[in-house]
């Protein structure tokens, strides 16, 4: 007996439905049951005993050495500055009458104290002795300090003097005193002509491209009265013109700045 084709037609309709859905089956099959992970509990951290905590590791920049002072004087002033946090953390100066001595330096970051050559010109030294004098600072027992104000945050100052088989310590970080606030104020002049030449000592051996910022920052002390006497870095600045290791913008300001300091002086 022969099927009639809309007999065909319906069991076709019927059968692709079935086919697709096997079809589908096979080609997603049933996901495999995951086994759970298992969650590693990691080892406490050991602590750090003192030798395998690193250590701050402070190099010296290259080709900078440290100076050796063979003294050929006698110490009779003293300056002693600490100023924690700051750049300079700690500058002491002593010298002789004369004005002869040395500066040490430690620089925050640094383990090392750098020592230099110190010599005062005749016009810084009027200056500190004149307000010795007028305190008679060698004989008096008086105390700088303001009593209620302490400036210790922005550093204290310790100054001693020798002389006549005497010797005289005060320490303050805040006076009205006008002839103590004076040896104050020309330490930290003295103070910044040798931290800055020390900074551009250093930039010009490592890092020639600070060096016409550096010589912005030595006019700005300069206009600001805050070197002790210009014309004493004069022979330091020409020495610096003729550097080729400095960008021509940092020797002309050496040069300009040259002038400058030669017409204050007339």
Do not use: C
């Not at 002789?96 to 640094?110: E, H, R, S, W």
């Amino acid at each position: 007996m022969m099927t009639s084709p809309s007999k065909l037609i319906f069991f076709f309709i019927l059968l692709v439905p079935v086919i697709a859905v096997s079809g589908q089956a096979k080609k997603n099959p049933k996901p495999k049951t995951a086994t759970p992970a298992v969650t590693a509990t990691p080892a406490p951290t050991p602590t750090a005993t003192p030798a395998q905590a690193p250590g701050k590791k402070n190099e010296r920049p290259v080709d900078v050495k440290k100076t050796t002072i063979s003294k050929s004087y006698t110490p009779t002033y003293f300056y002693d500055f600490d100023r924690p946090g700051f750049t300079y953390s700690h500058i002491a100066i002593e010298h002789d009458a004369n004005g002869k001595g040395q500066i040490a330096l430690t620089k925050d970051g640094y383990d090392e104290i750098w020592t230099d050559p110190l010599q005062l010109t005749a016009a810084t030294l009027e200056k500190l002795n004149v307000a010795l004098a007028a305190l008679d600072f060698i004989n008096s027992t008086e105390s700088y300090q303001y009593p209620t104000r302490d400036y210790s945050h922005m550093g204290n100052m310790t100054l001693k003097v020798v002389r006549d088989g005497k010797e005289r310590i005060a320490k303050y970080n805040w006076t009205e005193n006008t002839n103590a606030k004076a040896l104050m104020d020309e330490y930290r002049r003295i103070s910044n002509e040798y931290t800055w030449r020390f900074e551009i000592i250093l930039a010009r051996q490592n890092q020639p491209l600070q060096t016409p910022g550096l010589m912005d920052a030595i006019t700005a002390y300069i206009n600001r009265k805050e070197i002790s006497d210009p014309p004493h870095l004069i022979p330091f600045l020409t020495e610096l013109t003729t550097d080729e290791r400095l960008p021509l913008m940092a020797r002309n300001r050496a040069t300009k700045l040259i002038k400058q300091i030669e017409k204050a002086k007339k």
